[in-house]
Nanobody
Framework: QVQLVESGGGLVQPGGSLRLSCAAS????????MGWSRQAPGKQRELVAT???????DYADSVKGRFTISRDNAKNTVYLQMNSLKPEDTAVYYC???????????????WGQGTQVTVSS
């Protein structure tokens, strides 16, 4: 099994910054991709940023230029640096890790428990 533990959410003023972290642990042979999504109240979940292993980062247009995804592969951890935050960024943020638990097994996505980000003055 694989578990993801998220941290770093909180309340910030517009224009402020937050850094989210998500650490994966458990049966991990390799990681195919890491990323972040978010869901605001009454809205559908939105993909925010992804970083496929061996690939390039990709961002939603709404966060491009403000958010940066990074990875620490040695720690199986993915981060989301969020700058110039806007009230529209208020949501629960979920990390995603696509994991292969063994060479002969297919890659399977896992999700974190979510961390609340609130941007308000």
């Amino acid at each position: 099994q694989v578990q993801l533990v998220e941290s770093g959410g909180g309340l910030v003023q517009p224009g402020g910054s937050l850094r989210l972290s998500c650490a994966a642990s458990g049966s991990i042979f390799s990681i195919d991709s890491m990323g972040w999504s978010r869901q605001a109240p009454g809205k559908q979940r939105e993909l925010v940023a992804t970083w496929p292993s061996g690939g390039r980062t990709d961002y939603a247009d709404s966060v491009k230029g403000r958010f940066t995804i990074s990875r620490d592969n040695a720690k199986n951890t993915v981060y989301l640096q969020m700058n110039s935050l806007k009230p529209e960024d208020t949501a629960v943020y979920y990390c995603m890790v696509v994991v292969r638990s063994a060479m002969e097994f297919p890659a399977v996505p896992f999700w974190g428990q979510g961390t609340q980000v609130t941007v308000s003055s």
